[in-house]
């Protein structure tokens, strides 16, 4: 049930709908890395792995493009992670947005629906978001990555 749910949620992301509520879980981070885009994109797949709780929901290699979910420990909440990889002459840029999808765990039964109807409740990540992203970013440097990060937009939910 979890996992149906989680697909459902993290297509539908009804806790990003509104910007007024949706600022208090959500940022967003510019990486960017001296290499090739192709050896960062296979970089980031693979640190997925190691970060608990995180997984690959899409993959578009050739679009550049990674959709990550993270489900919490216990209740289950679900953040979805987009990554968009751009290739310049010297470096390459991820665009990294991450938000939590809803304010009730995929642990409730039709959690994805109730959460529609909540779309517009405001609540805070507490710099979760935040510190998954660190997490997965520090997991790419141990490749022996160097990634210098930029905060676009900081979560308002965040200490």
């Not at 970089?43 to 993270?70: C, I, M, N, P, Q």
């Not at 935040?130 to 965040?158: F, H, Y």
Request: charged letters at 25%; one cysteine or more; aromatic letters at 6%.
């Amino acid at each position: 049930m979890i996992s149906s749910q989680a697909k459902i949620q993290g297509v539908l992301k009804p806790a990003t709908w509104f910007p007024l509520s949706r600022n208090f879980h959500q940022e967003i981070q510019k990486w960017t890395a001296s290499v090739e885009v192709e050896r960062l994109f296979d970089s980031v797949v693979e640190a997925v792995g190691s970060v608990g709780g995180l997984s690959v929901d899409t993959v578009d290699k050739k679009g550049r493009f990674l959709k990550l979910h993270f489900l919490t420990p216990g209740g289950k909440w679900l953040d979805v992670y987009e990554l968009n990889f751009s290739q310049t002459e010297e470096t390459t840029e991820i665009i990294v947005k991450g938000s939590s999808s809803g304010i009730l765990p995929m642990i409730i039964p039709c959690a994805p629906l109730l959460n529609v109807v909540l779309c517009l409740a405001c609540f805070a990540d507490g710099g979760k978001i935040a510190q998954t992203m660190k997490k997965l970013r520090k997991q790419v440097e141990e490749s022996g990555i160097s990634i210098d990060r930029e905060i676009i937009q900081k979560s308002m939910g965040r200490p």
